[in-house]
């Protein structure tokens, strides 16, 4: 019994001072590798690599404007064009139209929207438009003074006879209207003709015009930049109006139906 | 001895506060403090990734004390005996691993039964002569080294072992003085018994043997420098055996010890 006793004792010492060793010796080794589980490593390098030499990211860049694919918002920028942290083509006014199409860089924002080529339509300035309004008012008022020039308050008529022929009359009447329009310089003459039932009376109308404007231009000396010619309205067939006036318009027209053309 | 025994379960209670108190470091591959001088090739390689593996790190002896029963089996009935042993322990790898150890065994065991030379109860025949007593007390010791191998496997589930469970086997050599009470003595005192035998060598009264061994065990961690665990451990002499048991022949039951005993281990950091 002795003996167990100091056994038990000799057991217990050793444990105590081995245990103290334990506290005090330098940690130089590991646990007996039986305890080790070596999977740690690998686990732990899975969960949160530290040793791992991760591989270089290499991410699919389809146009080649350095955004890859996965972040870029235009994924069809032409090769070459800059292009932003979204990878879209830069556009620095901001229009819609990148850089690389705009024809006009920097479109102020008031000339929103633009064309297909970034070139927008600016509004005129206040300014410009009382400016320019002020010039309308002036030449309008210019025109209206230039209308009253025209002092000639109305012409003869000129009747025919069933032919284009001008008659004595006629001829006399027309003297005495281009006297009156050589006086009064600022004045031009609308010569209107009538006769529209018909093609063959259109064509008449137009020769009668002719004539007068003819014996205008040839024996009165009335420039044909003075003369307009109207033919082919309602009216009396063998009436020839001449009518002062300041508007402008054609002094020659062509024929309207050559083939019906008067023999005579 | 109330007091006394009271003492002792304070002292143990105090020596297992203390071990589970030690604060220990896990195994850090970058720790090259750990690296033997031998490995720090590969240290530096794996450092700079050019080789896959780390370094196997320096690892701690493990000491063990431990205190069970032990019994012998023969032709004489065992009772339970005491069993004591320190042995050291160190790993080959994760899984392999040796041991140098001491075995002390005191054995008693006899029923007061007698047998013939052939090992064959007394009644049975008639008293040929030699028969012997059985009754006896033995003293053993047995110097061994094992393999130890360990049934856990590399979790991936989990981290470091908790628990540790292990087989092993190994071989040594057994010392033994047994004392016998004699048939035909009236005074029932053990005489030292003179095993009758050319075995491996005998001294005085003492029988020297080689053995081989097989156990298996459990430990479970309480922590990083303490863990206490269980082990059964068989040891066999290579030959037969008959005298351990104070039978004189080599007929009868071999003699094989088991030794079951509460384990207190310590890494020696």
């Known amino acids: 019994m002795i003996n167990k006793k100091f056994l038990l004792i000799i057991g217990l010492i050793a444990s105590i001072s081995l245990t103290a060793h334990a506290q005090t010796k330098s940690k130089n080794k590991v646990e007996p590798l039986w305890w080790i589980n070596p999977n740690d490593y690998v686990y732990s390098e899975l969960n949160a690599p530290k040793h791992m030499k991760m591989p270089k990211v290499v991410l699919p860049d389809a146009d080649g404007d350095g955004i890859p694919d996965q972040f870029d918002l235009e994924p069809n920028t032409p090769a070459g064009v800059p292009v932003d942290a979204h990878g879209r083509a830069l556009d620095t006014d901001g229009d819609g139209v990148p850089d690389y199409k705009d024809k006009e860089l920097l479109t102020p924002q008031k000339c929103f929207p633009v064309n297909a080529d970034g070139v927008g339509v600016c509004p005129e300035s206040q300014c410009c438009t009382d400016v320019k309004k002020e010039l309308q008012k002036i030449i309008d008022e210019g025109l209206a003074s230039k209308k009253a020039d025209c002092s000639i308050a109305s012409l003869p008529s000129i009747q025919f006879k069933s032919s284009t022929k001008l008659s004595k009359d006629a001829e006399t009447i027309l003297a005495s209207a281009a006297a009156q329009l050589k006086a009064s310089p600022s004045c031009k003459v609308k010569v209107i003709g009538y006769g529209a039932s018909s093609k063959a009376a259109q064509q008449l109308s137009y020769d009668k015009v002719s004539a007068v404007i003819k014996y205008l231009v040839e024996k009165e000396g009335i420039s044909e930049s003075r003369v307009i010619f109207v033919y082919g309205q309602d009216g009396d067939a063998n009436t020839v109006d001449l009518q002062p006036t300041t508007e402008d318009g054609p002094n020659s027209v062509p024929a309207p139906h050559p083939n019906l053309k008067s023999k005579k | ?269």
Do not use: C
Request: a positive charge; aromatic letters at 14%.
């Open chain 2, 1 to 269: 001895m109330v007091s006394k025994k009271y003492t002792v379960l304070t002292v143990l209670l105090l020596t297992l506060g203390v071990a589970s108190y030690a604060q220990t470091a896990a195994w850090d591959w970058k720790d090259s403090s750990v690296v033997p001088v031998k490995s720090i090739t590969q240290y530096n390689e794996f450092l700079q990734n050019k080789n896959p593996f780390p370094a196997k790190p320096r690892n701690a002896w493990e000491f063990s004390g431990a205190l069970g029963t032990s019994s012998v089996t023969g032709d004489s009935k065992s009772k339970m005996g005491l069993g004591a042993s320190v042995s050291l322990r160190k790993a080959l790898n994760n899984i392999f691993s040796y041991r140098l150890g001491y075995y002390y065994s005191y054995n008693v065991g006899g029923n007061g039964e007698r047998y013939d030379y052939y090992g064959r109860p007394a009644y049975e025949t008639a008293p040929l002569s030699p028969v012997y007593a059985n009754k006896y007390k033995n003293n053993s010791h047995n110097f061994a080294i094992d393999l130890i191998a360990s049934l856990n496997t590399f979790s991936n589930y989990r981290g470091d072992p908790t628990s540790n469970l292990y087989v092993f086997a190994g071989v040594g050599v057994g010392l033994s003085t047994t004392k016998v009470e004699p048939h035909d003595s009236t005074k029932y005192i053990y005489e030292e018994h003179i095993p009758q035998t050319q075995l491996l060598a005998v001294t005085g009264h003492t029988l020297i043997f080689t053995t081989f061994d097989v156990g298996a065990g459990y430990a479970y961690k309480i922590n990083k420098k303490f863990n206490i665990g269980i082990e059964e451990r068989i040891i066999s002499p290579v030959k037969h055996v008959n005298y351990i048991t104070g039978f004189n022949s080599q007929t009868g039951t071999k003699n094989i010890y088991y030794f079951t005993a509460l384990k207190l281990n310590f890494n020696l950091f």
